[in-house]
Protein backbone atom coordinates (compact mmCIF):
# COMPACT_ATOMS: atom_id res chain seq x y z
CA UNK A 1 0.00 0.00 0.00
CA UNK A 2 1.73 3.22 -1.20
CA UNK A 3 1.70 6.75 1.45
CA UNK A 4 -1.07 8.40 -1.13
CA UNK A 5 -3.52 5.20 -0.74
CA UNK A 6 -2.89 5.20 3.34
CA UNK A 7 -3.43 9.17 3.08
CA UNK A 8 -6.66 8.41 1.45
CA UNK A 9 -7.94 5.37 3.25
CA UNK A 10 -6.90 7.30 6.15
CA UNK A 11 -9.30 10.81 5.37
CA UNK A 12 -12.68 8.23 4.53
CA UNK A 13 -12.27 6.13 7.98
CA UNK A 14 -11.72 9.33 9.72
CA UNK A 15 -14.11 11.05 8.36
CA UNK A 16 -16.19 8.05 9.19
CA UNK A 17 -14.68 8.02 12.55
CA UNK A 18 -15.94 11.61 13.19
CA UNK A 19 -19.42 11.22 11.97
CA UNK A 20 -19.61 8.48 14.55
CA UNK A 21 -18.13 10.81 17.21
CA UNK A 22 -20.89 13.29 16.81
CA UNK A 23 -23.93 11.14 16.76
CA UNK A 24 -21.95 10.12 20.52
CA UNK A 25 -22.26 13.39 21.43
CA UNK A 26 -25.54 13.98 20.51
CA UNK A 27 -27.37 11.19 21.58
CA UNK A 28 -26.78 10.27 25.16
CA UNK A 29 -27.51 6.27 25.30
CA UNK A 30 -24.06 6.13 22.40
CA UNK A 31 -21.11 8.04 24.95
CA UNK A 32 -18.91 5.42 24.44
CA UNK A 33 -19.71 5.02 20.94
CA UNK A 34 -19.09 8.61 20.11
CA UNK A 35 -15.53 8.33 22.63
CA UNK A 36 -14.17 5.19 20.28
CA UNK A 37 -14.83 7.28 17.12
CA UNK A 38 -13.37 10.52 18.87
CA UNK A 39 -10.24 8.54 19.11
CA UNK A 40 -10.51 6.62 16.14
CA UNK A 41 -10.73 10.42 13.91
CA UNK A 42 -7.45 11.46 15.90
CA UNK A 43 -5.34 7.82 15.04
CA UNK A 44 -6.35 8.99 11.91
CA UNK A 45 -5.26 12.60 12.06
CA UNK A 46 -1.93 11.33 12.89
CA UNK A 47 -2.12 8.79 9.98
CA UNK A 48 -2.73 11.50 7.86
CA UNK A 49 0.26 13.53 9.14
CA UNK A 50 2.46 11.17 8.51
CA UNK A 51 1.41 10.52 4.99
CA UNK A 52 0.87 13.96 4.28
CA UNK A 53 3.33 14.63 1.79
CA UNK A 54 3.59 11.24 -0.39
CA UNK A 55 2.84 12.97 -3.82
CA UNK A 56 1.65 16.96 -4.83
CA UNK A 57 -2.21 15.76 -4.56
CA UNK A 58 -2.06 14.74 -0.89
CA UNK A 59 0.26 17.93 -0.31
CA UNK A 60 -2.62 20.28 -1.67
CA UNK A 61 -5.47 17.89 0.45
CA UNK A 62 -3.05 18.36 3.43
CA UNK A 63 -3.09 22.32 2.89
CA UNK A 64 -6.17 22.86 1.96
CA UNK A 65 -7.46 21.25 5.36
CA UNK A 66 -5.27 22.32 7.35
CA UNK A 67 -5.35 25.89 6.51
CA UNK A 68 -9.42 25.94 6.80
CA UNK A 69 -8.48 23.94 10.37
CA UNK A 70 -6.96 26.87 11.54
CA UNK A 71 -9.13 29.65 10.06
CA UNK A 72 -11.94 27.90 12.34
CA UNK A 73 -10.06 27.52 15.04
CA UNK A 74 -8.97 31.40 15.26
CA UNK A 75 -12.67 32.56 14.83
CA UNK A 76 -14.06 30.11 17.17
CA UNK A 77 -11.44 31.88 19.48
CA UNK A 78 -13.58 34.99 19.06
CA UNK A 79 -16.91 32.88 18.66
CA UNK A 80 -16.92 30.63 20.79
CA UNK A 81 -17.17 32.90 24.45
CA UNK A 82 -19.91 34.66 22.91
CA UNK A 83 -22.01 31.88 21.87
CA UNK A 84 -21.43 30.23 25.29
CA UNK A 85 -22.63 33.48 26.53
CA UNK A 86 -25.70 33.93 24.65
CA UNK A 87 -26.90 30.91 25.62
CA UNK A 88 -26.11 31.02 29.28
CA UNK A 89 -28.29 34.39 29.17
CA UNK A 90 -31.05 32.62 27.86
CA UNK A 91 -31.11 29.69 30.34
CA UNK A 92 -30.25 32.16 32.99
CA UNK A 93 -27.31 30.31 34.24
CA UNK A 94 -23.68 31.91 34.66
CA UNK A 95 -21.00 29.27 34.33
CA UNK A 96 -18.29 31.88 35.02
CA UNK A 97 -15.30 31.15 32.50
CA UNK A 98 -15.95 29.74 29.14
CA UNK A 99 -15.19 26.71 28.39
CA UNK A 100 -13.68 25.91 25.31
CA UNK A 101 -13.76 22.30 24.89
CA UNK A 102 -15.84 22.45 21.87
CA UNK A 103 -13.54 24.07 19.57
CA UNK A 104 -10.77 20.98 18.94
CA UNK A 105 -14.04 19.39 18.02
CA UNK A 106 -14.80 22.16 15.69
CA UNK A 107 -11.44 22.46 14.18
CA UNK A 108 -11.60 18.46 13.43
CA UNK A 109 -14.51 18.79 11.76
CA UNK A 110 -13.47 21.75 9.63
CA UNK A 111 -10.46 19.71 8.42
CA UNK A 112 -12.31 17.07 7.25
CA UNK A 113 -14.52 19.53 5.31
CA UNK A 114 -11.33 21.01 4.12
CA UNK A 115 -9.61 17.81 3.18
CA UNK A 116 -12.81 16.46 1.29
CA UNK A 117 -14.09 19.90 -0.24
CA UNK A 118 -10.29 20.15 -1.89
CA UNK A 119 -11.00 16.25 -2.73
CA UNK A 120 -14.32 16.74 -4.64
CA UNK A 121 -13.84 20.37 -6.30
CA UNK A 122 -10.16 18.97 -7.76
CA UNK A 123 -7.61 19.81 -8.90
CA UNK A 124 -3.91 20.10 -7.09
Given amino acids: ?3 ATTFEWAGWIGLSATGIALVGAILPIAEEIGMVGGVIAFLCCWVLLSTRNADEFTQALWTSAASLAFTSLLLM ?3 WPFLEGLVAGFRGINDGEP ?4 II ?3 IIAFYVGLFWKRMKGGS
Fill in 77 to 79: MIV
Fill in 105 to 107: GCA
Fill in 1 to 3: MTK
Fill in 99 to 102: SFAG
